[in-house]
């Protein structure tokens, strides 16, 4: 089975080949004089609704190959069936995508775009604003110095979407500044689903802050049921990606986002 290890060592290595062909200084050069095309917190903030993200993801390490389509295929339905934002995955290996599809992304949509890895350094935060990128997310427990990088995407007009497991990650995220808090239902040791990672850690999540349940909502009764545990916005890659009817099922979960109610 592949682990989070193993993962972030093959993402360090890529990286470090990435740096090479494309140094930090053309990133910068590349941002001077770009704008940031939408808000990403600003479009989860919506009280009455619960969000929807609806990530591309072509493949991933618990599922393998996943889908066949390509971006530019797919997000122009996330927007036309009312997603409030995208996420797109940048991961090659397990994940089978790369930074070429968030710039074919923030080509496609004027939706918000959060650009979805393994972020060690800082050169993939430049590279996602570069890329267009709206918001960045942050592994509370694989990228070293949290404040320094929840603070580099707001000086890029960025947002950081940081990912938590367990109550030590949440309190280190709203030290470090956090304004978007993830709760991933997933846990890296076998993949497996717990919807209730969200209702547990939820508690520890101020209200003044905005809390997105990520992995494996299948359906509408899912996101009422995130909802009800206190998600203000849920983030769905598999289920959309595999389905036979992406602009039905993203309609079906936008529905539910509707009605479902935030209980804090």
């Known amino acids: ?15 470090q080949k990435e740096m090479k062909y494309r140094p930090l200084s053309e990133l910068k050069e590349n941002i001077r004089g770009t704008k940031i095309r939408a808000d ?12 929807i993200i609806c990530e591309y993801k072509p493949a991933s390490p618990s599922k ?21 934002a995208v996420s797109v995955i940048t991961e090659e290996t397990f994940f089978k995508s790369d930074i070429k599809n968030l710039q074919i992304a923030s080509k496609t949509t004027k939706l918000p775009i959060l650009r979805k890895d393994f972020i060690i350094d800082e050169y993939q935060i430049y590279e996602a604003r570069s ?15 949290l404040r320094f990088g929840i603070d580099l995407c707001h000086y890029f ?13 949440v309190e280190m995220a709203k ?4 304004k978007i808090i993830g709760i991933n239902n997933r846990d890296f040791k076998d993949f497996s689903i717990d919807y209730k990672r969200t209702k547990k850690l939820a508690k520890y999540v101020p209200e003044d802050l905005i809390l997105v349940s ?4 299948q359906n509408g009764d899912n996101v009422e049921l995130l909802a009800g545990y206190g998600a203000d916005a849920v983030l769905v890659g598999s289920s959309i990606m595999e389905s036979t009817n992406i ?15 935030v209980i804090k």
Do not use: H
């Open 247 to 261: 602009s039905k099922k993203v309609e079906e979960l936008v529905k539910a986002g509707k009605n479902a109610k």
């Open 175 to 178: 030290k470090a500044g956090a």
């Open 40 to 51: 990403f917190k600003r479009a989860l903030k919506d009280k009455n609704v619960v969000s």
């Open 1 to 15: 089975m592949i682990t989070l290890s193993q993962i972030v060592t093959q993402r360090r290595k890529i990286l």
């Open 131 to 145: 890329c267009g990128a709206s918001a960045v997310l942050l592994m509370a427990d694989i990228y070293k110095d």
């Open 214 to 217: 990520e992995s494996g909502v």
């Open 157 to 169: 007009g960025m947002d950081a979407l940081v990912e938590c497991k367990n109550r030590e990650e």
């Open 64 to 84: 393998g190959n996943i889908s066949d389509l390509m971006v530019e295929d797919v997000i122009p339905l996330y927007e036309k069936s009312g997603s409030s």
